[in-house]
Structure formats: structure tokens, C-alpha cells
């Protein structure tokens, strides 16, 4: 899978966000090591912090099917302006991949592509909690 493949996936995902508040609608789309693919939106809620992250949402999805061998993460969000992971999605994405790739899109598909470790200085995992 390209690197624009996934990024596409992204924007796909993203029709189906639910951002009745923000307006701000985000897809993701995450590449595991066989070339599966898993994919999400973010979901708010009239209780902000009962939302979701597209990522976390596609990360999730991913890890209740068992999946921890992820490589390459798009996110694409719905203005001129690149998308990046929240501080919260890079913390949740760094417990299970803390080399990954991430390909950070605009609503047209053009995008740049960053290291999470780069995206999340001094990240942390279990192992820091010994």
C-alpha cells in the first residue's frame, strides 16, 4: 500500500465523522505489518469529554481484533491546514507503536510525514512504570 492509498483511505473516513459541534470533521486510517487497514472518525458528544479521536477510534478498532504490529498511521482533517495527532492520540499511539510513521493530511490529500517519536518528544510507555 502507497503511501497516498492510505492517505485516501483517511479522507474516505472521514465522511463518516460525527462533528455536529466542532464542524471539524478528521479520518484515519492505520497500516498494520500484513497490510491490513483499519479505519476511524472522530465522534464528539454533547459531553466534550466523551469523544473520540479519528486515530484512537482506528487504533481501537485495530486492538480489539488483536492487532499491535502498526506502522504507518494517515490522519486528515477538514481545512487547508495539516492535520496532526492531539497530544492525547500521540500518547495513546505511542504505547503500541512508538516508531511509527505518521502521514498528516489536509482536506485536498497533500501531506507530510513525520516519526510519533518526532510528534511526541520524551513519550512514554509501561515500561516507564516499573
Given at each position: 500500500?502507497?503511501?497516498?492509498?492510505?492517505?485516501?483511505?483517511?479522507?474516505?473516513?472521514?465522511?463518516?465523522?460525527?462533528?455536529?459541534?466542532?464542524?471539524?470533521?478528521?479520518?484515519?486510517?492505520?497500516?498494520?505489518?500484513?497490510?491490513?487497514?483499519?479505519?476511524?472518525?472522530?465522534?464528539?458528544?454533547?459531553?466534550?469529554?466523551?469523544?473520540?479521536?479519528?486515530?484512537?477510534?482506528?487504533?481501537?478498532?485495530?486492538?480489539?481484533?488483536?492487532?499491535?504490529d502498526?506502522s504507518?498511521?494517515?490522519?486528515?482533517?477538514?481545512?487547508?491546514?495539516?492535520?496532526?495527532?492531539c497530544?492525547?492520540?500521540?500518547?495513546?499511539?505511542?504505547?503500541?507503536?512508538?516508531?511509527?510513521?505518521?502521514?498528516?493530511?489536509?482536506?485536498?490529500?497533500?501531506?507530510?510525514?513525520?516519526?510519533?517519536?518526532?510528534l511526541?518528544?520524551?513519550?512514554?510507555?509501561?515500561?516507564?512504570?516499573?
Open positions: 500500500m502507497t503511501d497516498q492509498e492510505l492517505v485516501r483511505m483517511a479522507l474516505e473516513a472521514r465522511a463518516q465523522a460525527y462533528a455536529p459541534y466542532s464542524g471539524f470533521a478528521v479520518g484515519a486510517a492505520i497500516l498494520c505489518s500484513d497490510g491490513a487497514v483499519y479505519t476511524g472518525c472522530n465522534i464528539e458528544n454533547a459531553s466534550y469529554p466523551c469523544g473520540i479521536c479519528a486515530e484512537r477510534v482506528a487504533a481501537s478498532k485495530a486492538l480489539s481484533e488483536g492487532r499491535r502498526f504507518i498511521l494517515a490522519v486528515a482533517g477538514s481545512s487547508a491546514a495539516l492535520c496532526t495527532p497530544g492525547l492520540c500521540r500518547q495513546f499511539l505511542c504505547e503500541f507503536a512508538p516508531g511509527l510513521r505518521v502521514l498528516c493530511a489536509n482536506q485536498a490529500g497533500a501531506f507530510e510525514e513525520h516519526m510519533l517519536s518526532e511526541l518528544a520524551a513519550g512514554f510507555d509501561g515500561a516507564s512504570m516499573a
